[in-house]
């Protein structure tokens, strides 16, 4: 019933920054939080950040706290990663997922199907 867009990945070299953007649909995105998680070739899906429904309380991976903010626009039903200092190692596919709860949780219930972030060193 819900449906997440992300949009914003490319093709980006080392040091350098993108804004990914997820769109969901329906009226009810600001009862959630939300999530962004990546996953690499050969390699499990990892958590990236989150973002409380009202925004309010944001949580960050270590490999990514002081590079990456998350944020949101609950009038757009959009939530944004903004990417700064990418790294090769930051190369995914990113995506977004709604969590099962206002408040950040390990449980998402619902996903985008990813946008690809590829950083070139």
């Known amino acids: 019933q819900v449906q997440l867009v992300e949009s914003g990945g490319g093709l980006v070299q080392a040091g350098g920054s993108l804004r990914l953007s997820c769109t969901a649909s329906?009226?009810?995105?600001?009862?959630?939080?939300m999530g962004w998680f990546r996953q690499a070739p050969g390699k499990e899906r990892e958590f990236v950040t989150a973002i409380s429904s009202s925004g309010f309380t944001t949580t960050y991976a270590d490999s990514v706290k002081g590079r990456f903010t998350i944020t949101r626009n609950n009038a757009k039903n959009t939530v944004y990663l903004q990417m700064n200092s990418l790294r090769p190692e930051d190369t995914a596919r990113y995506y977004c997922a709604r969590g099962r709860y206002d408040f950040v949780t390990k449980d998402y219930d619902y996903w985008g199907q990813g946008t690809q972030v590829t950083v070139s060193s």
């Open positions: 329906g009226r009810t995105f600001s009862s959630y939080a």
